[in-house]
């Protein structure tokens, strides 16, 4: 079974600095998916970004970028120049790549704050 | 393109009681899956529906139920309710393929009183 381990229930940093989210995972499985998904106040959870476990490159979405190392099983988030609409929850979650096992694993969840 | 629709948002149910929640998913997408989202246990992996049938489905008792329609509208039915089952149910969508990427509703946060 896979596990998705989330160290830092809440952060805070001020508008415009960069904050770096943690995640680690455990998995016996060679080929998968990671994600990393916001879930703002009362509002729907969305999609902030993907990488494929088989691609060595780092995923990058405009200010959002995250750090890959698959042989550690650390997939960290990183914010760049932080906006008050960041507050959320974020969630990094794991997924095999394997269709019709639609199934995430999430990790417990970091509540960030983005001080004006 | 319409999101993930919920319904209802917010509903209120008694021990002992049982509740149907609905999920019609975006136009196209074929996989429905429901989650259970508390402060204590986190996201929980409930089951997941493709073509009316269901794929996947995780540790939950068989209280919790489900099923899906030839449309792709899903529904999940809680019996014989408990005050541990207040949670937010989240469903979501996903088209037939292999990314992984899920499509969230907002939700139907259920209290059991």
């Known amino acids: 079974a896979q596990t998705v381990t989330q160290s830092q229930p809440e952060m805070s940093v001020q508008e415009a600095e960069t904050v770096t989210l943690s995640c680690t995972y455990d998995?016996?499985?060679?080929?998968?998916?990671l994600f990393w998904y916001k879930q703002p106040p009362s509002r729907q959870m969305i999609l902030v970004i993907r990488?494929?476990?088989?691609?060595?490159q780092n995923a990058t979405e405009n200010r959002f970028s995250v750090n890959f190392q698959k042989a550690a099983k650390s997939f960290s988030l990183k914010i760049s120049d932080s906006q008050l609409g960041d507050t959320a929850m974020y969630f990094c979650a794991f997924n095999m790549n394997n269709f019709g096992n639609e199934k995430l694993t999430f990790g417990t969840g970091t509540r960030l704050t983005i001080i004006p | 393109k319409a999101g993930v629709t919920q319904t209802p948002r917010y509903l209120i149910k008694t021990r002992g009681q049982q509740v149907t929640l609905s999920c019609s998913p975006i136009?196209?997408?074929?996989?429905v899956s429901w989650y259970q989202q508390t402060p204590g246990q986190g996201l929980q992996f409930l089951f997941e529906y493709f073509s009316e049938t269901q794929r996947n489905k995780g540790n939950f008792p068989g209280r919790f139920s489900g099923r899906q329609f030839s449309n792709s509208r899903s529904e999940m039915n809680v019996s014989t309710l408990e005050l541990g089952d207040s949670a937010l149910y989240l469903c979501?969508?996903?088209?037939?393929?292999?990314?992984?990427?899920?499509?969230f509703g907002e939700g139907s946060r259920l209290t059991v009183l």
């Open positions: 979501a969508s996903s088209l037939p393929d292999t990314t992984g990427e899920l499509f």
């Open positions: 136009s196209g997408h074929r996989s």
């Open positions: 998995t016996s499985e060679s080929n998968y998916y």
């Open positions: 990488q494929e476990a088989y691609k060595q």
